[in-house]
């Protein structure tokens, strides 16, 4: 197994070696304008230089750590997390209890599913008018759009999943004596749980695409903030730097929801093997 999955990620970094080795050539030999596509060395050098602690210039060895370390990243991306996570958990916490009750009763959903049909295309930056005038500028407003934008993605696959069990379960479990109550807990919510993981693993990044928007709107820090600032500057070495620390965190974010979805479906046909 264990080798198995070293295979697959090296056989995963062969197009990005061999992507930047290009870029790095053009690079090198003057065909880009190192002002806007800066080389992937120089990229490097600002994304250290962005992590590092900051440093008196006295203290710095002469080298580019003379004027480019600033030790934003780890501020900014404590600051991106945590709008990820509270929005989130206020936008499935809100959106899991209705999803199960439009999924398991009928008439909740023939009231709510046009409101949510309706709502639901409207992407959650045309929120951003309402979401300044509302809350102001800071957290709040983040907090809001990205509440917005994981909410439809656990709604709908919860939804999907309460009302696609298989009906083999519930015919089952009917001849079984089985109530209501019991087979909602017993039957629907557990053949359901895979639709919701896959939810929340949507929802979750949706949410932080989301935040990258809402940061360069309405508060003064964060990662979207600092792309942002970048462009202002034209340095496109730190907006690129920014750029892959964004996918890096959406990376192990994807990676960590993709484990615990492994882990809790341990049961499910489909992951036996």
């Known amino acids: ?13 062969i197009v990005p070696v061999v992507l930047i080795a290009i870029w790095q050539t053009s690079a090198s030999m003057g065909w880009v304008n190192p002002h806007v596509l800066p080389s992937p060395l120089a990229v490097v050098q600002r994304w250290i230089a962005y992590l590092l602690p900051q440093v008196p210039y006295a203290e710095a060895t002469g080298s580019w750590l003379a004027w480019a370390v600033s030790g934003e990243l780890i501020i900014d991306s404590i600051g991106s997390m945590y709008r990820v996570i509270t929005g989130f958990l206020i936008g499935a916490g809100l959106a899991l209890p209705l999803g199960l009750m439009m999924g398991a009763s009928p008439r909740v959903y023939a009231w709510l599913n046009p409101l949510a049909q309706v709502l639901r295309p409207i992407p959650p930056i045309a ?46 479990a009917r001849n079984l004596g089985a109530n209501q109550r019991t087979m909602f807990l017993r039957v629907m919510l557990p053949a359901a749980v895979p639709y919701i993981l896959s939810g929340v693993r949507i929802g979750i990044g949706t949410a932080f695409i ?50 615990l979805n492994n882990h809790l479906l341990r049961w499910h046909r489909g992951l036996e093997h």
């Open 127 to 172: 929120y951003i008018p309402l979401s300044i005038l509302w809350f102001g500028l800071g957290n709040p407003p983040a907090i809001f759009l990205i509440a917005i934008g994981a909410f439809f993605p656990v709604l709908i696959n919860t939804i999907a999943g309460v009302r696609h069990v298989d009906g083999i379960y519930i015919r089952a």
């Open 210 to 259: 989301v935040v990258i928007v809402s940061e360069m709107i309405a508060v003064n820090n964060g990662l979207g903030f600092r792309i942002l600032e970048a462009r202002e500057y034209f340095w496109s070495d730190k907006i690129i730097a920014g750029m892959i620390s964004i996918g890096m965190l959406g990376l192990a974010i994807d990676v960590g929801v993709t484990k």
């Open 1 to 13: 197994m264990a080798k198995t999955n070293w295979r697959d990620i090296s056989a995963g970094l």
